[in-house]
């Protein structure tokens, strides 16, 4: 059985203010930090072999601690951020084989970004709550298939998650690697929709916390015998 972890980011600097973050690129607060360490300290017995994360920096940072806080998860390799070589944002600086012996591979990709708040970015929940109506704000926040504004809905970032989850992530765990996914709230209510069967009427009431890992095993035909969350 290969184990799937899957791990909400630590508060960012935006939680702790309560903005609409979406890919605004802010970093972990302090707290976030330590909920990061504290979800190394949970999944410390469980050796990685790969990890995938997004391309904003509190889901990496969250990805990096979870990795180096202590030697048990990595088994002594280090971790090395790996970057698509037909990413046009990427400078093709990092020309390195790798090896897998000493060092262990992370994956950004945007299909593991959260989910884009559009017009709402940067702005604060509650006051945008009295502003357009409490029902109003909670629709663009937890309906499945309704967009804010200028934004995308969790259909939409499901239609670009699990793609990549099917096709990245999936192919690992059938392989029996044991794969970390540190990311956002949206990108993985997306992958647990898939493994949990969830309806669209069920996912929007997925709560997910900072910071606390949940474990799946998985078999060699990608079905999840068990589902364990690491409180």
């Not at 508060?11 to 605004?24: C, D, E, I, L, R």
Request: charged share 25%; aromatic share 8%; net charge negative.
């Amino acid at each position: 059985m290969a184990k799937l972890i899957l791990v909400r980011h630590g508060q960012s600097t935006w939680n702790a203010a309560n903005k609409f973050t979406g890919w605004v690129d802010v970093p972990l607060s302090r707290l976030g930090r330590e909920e990061a360490r504290k979800a190394a300290e949970k999944i410390r017995e469980y050796a990685v072999d790969v990890c995938f994360t997004s391309l904003l920096v509190r889901a990496i940072e969250t990805a990096v601690i979870c990795l180096t806080e202590y030697e048990e998860v990595c088994q002594g390799r280090s971790p090395v951020l790996k970057h698509e070589a037909d990413d046009p944002h990427w400078h093709g600086w990092d020309k390195y084989e790798g090896d897998e012996s000493i060092e262990l591979p992370v994956f950004t990709s945007m299909a593991l970004d959260e989910r884009y708040y559009g017009d709402l970015q940067g702005l604060n929940k509650a006051k945008t709550a009295e502003k357009y109506g409490k029902d109003r704000v909670h629709e663009w926040r937890r309906s499945f298939s309704v967009r804010p504004p200028g934004g995308e809905s969790l259909e939409d970032t499901v239609a670009r998650t699990l793609p990549f989850f099917d096709s990245r992530i999936m192919t690992h765990l059938q392989h029996g690697d044991n794969v970390l996914v540190a990311a956002h709230g949206n990108s993985l209510r997306s992958i647990i929709m898939r493994l949990d069967q969830l309806s669209p009427e069920e996912v929007p009431g997925l709560e997910l916390a900072t910071g606390i890992p949940v474990l799946y095993d998985v078999d060699a035909e990608g079905n999840v015998s068990n589902k364990t969350v690491l409180h």
